[in-house]
């Protein structure tokens, strides 16, 4: 599985960025795709789950402002970022939790190679 986030840049706060993440390779074997963001400095950090039905779930710090989707062939989540505000600023990154069962089971994390987003205030 190979993961590429796209869509971060400067934005003023108070605006809106969408971040998307594509997979390509074996995605009917992902079970759910995660978004993280790391600040200078700071410990990487949840920032919102889907799952393969689509159920979703956020971190307290963007609920309200970010909805993750999901599109119909399940290959490309987005992360749409509302009311921006300046501690939002890091490297936004999407993860997949992959698990596939068959004669063996293998469960691996795939990583994209994350995207940055500055919010000015």
């Known amino acids: 599985v190979q993961l590429v986030e796209s869509g971060g840049g400067l934005m003023q706060a108070g605006g809106s960025l969408r971040l998307s993440c594509a997979a390509s390779?074996?995605?009917?074997?992902?079970?759910?795709i995660e978004w993280y963001r790391q600040s200078s400095g700071k410990e990487r950090e949840l920032v919102g789950k889907?799952?393969?039905?689509?159920?979703?779930n956020y971190a307290d710090s963007v609920k309200g402002r970010f909805t993750i989707s999901m599109d119909n062939a399940g290959s490309t989540v987005y992360l749409q970022m509302n009311r921006l505000k300046p501690v939002d600023t890091a490297v936004y990154y999407c993860?997949?939790?992959?698990?596939?069962?068959?004669?063996?089971?293998?469960?691996?994390?795939?990583w994209g190679q994350g995207t940055l987003v500055t919010v000015s205030s």
């Open positions: 390779g074996s995605v009917s074997s992902i079970r759910a």
């Open positions: 889907i799952t393969s039905s689509r159920s979703t």
């Open positions: 993860a997949a939790d992959y698990l596939e069962l068959g004669s063996e089971t293998v469960a691996a994390r795939y």
